[in-house]
């Protein structure tokens, strides 16, 4: 499979915006076999409610998601998950077995514009192309897990070259258009986040 993607920079940072006020800072690494790792935290206000998540998320050298580990803390207290995968969709949540998240390969936190890169680089969609990409859906202040059906379709370009993708969860019917940089992180997500370094 070709990477159409340049290598990941040392770090990334976001501006969260519109759901909620913060920053979002990740860190990614190489980690054994191909496979890769993204040390990230999220700092934000949402509704009054001031929080913060930090993760750690496994891929292997596909760009599946293998574990993550995730933490927030609130007013409501300190919470932790860790979500395991065999890569090839059969999960376990703190070691319990997930028959609900069977079949999701990515994990995709509702914190994070980072977590949204990993589909776009596994899927690797040409120009027409739509695939299907179920997330194992980790809430941002109690760490509920939840199955998220998504879509994501490639369409063109923008005029500087970056890469997009039409959206859509289709059980909320949100939809909107993510814009991608040439190492394949959010550039800008509707709603949510836009890029800052």
């Known amino acids: 499979m070709t990477?159409?993607?340049?290598?990941?920079?040392?770090?990334?940072?976001w501006r969260h915006r519109d759901a909620r006020e913060g920053f979002e800072i990740v860190f990614p690494r190489p980690a054994g076999a191909g496979g890769g790792v993204l040390?990230?935290?999220?700092?934000?206000?949402?509704?009054?409610?001031?929080?913060?998540?930090?993760?750690?998320?496994?891929?292997d050298d596909r760009w599946r998601t293998r574990v993550a580990r995730v933490a927030s803390r609130s007013v409501a207290g300190e919470r932790h998950v860790v979500l395991e995968s065999?890569?090839?969709g059969?999960?376990?949540?703190?070691?319990?077995?997930?028959?609900?998240l069977t079949g999701c390969l990515d994990v995709d936190l509702e914190s994070s514009?980072?977590?949204?890169?990993?589909p776009v680089h596994r899927l690797v969609l040409a120009v027409g192309e739509r695939a299907e990409a179920p997330a194992v859906y980790v809430r941002a202040i109690g760490l509920?897990?939840?199955?998220?059906?998504?879509?994501?379709?490639?369409?063109?370009?923008?005029?500087?070259?970056?890469?997009?993708?039409?959206?859509?969860?289709?059980?909320?019917?949100?939809?909107?258009?993510?814009?991608?940089?040439e190492a394949g992180l959010?550039?800008?997500?509707?709603?949510?986040?836009t890029r800052s370094s």
């Open 3 to 13: 990477e159409p993607f340049a290598a990941l920079p040392p770090s990334a940072a």
């Open 39 to 59: 040390d990230g935290h999220t700092v934000a206000v949402e509704d009054g409610v001031a929080w913060v998540v930090r993760y750690e998320i496994r891929i």
């Open 86 to 88: 065999d890569g090839e």
């Open 186 to 193: 959010i550039f800008d997500y509707p709603g949510l986040a």
């Open 113 to 118: 514009a980072c977590t949204n890169t990993l």
């Open 144 to 181: 509920e897990v939840e199955r998220l059906e998504q879509v994501y379709e490639r369409v063109a370009d923008d005029t500087a070259g970056r890469s997009r993708y039409e959206y859509h969860a289709p059980a909320d019917g949100f939809r909107c258009q993510l814009v991608y940089d």
């Open 90 to 100: 059969d999960w376990r949540t703190d070691g319990a077995p997930a028959p609900g």
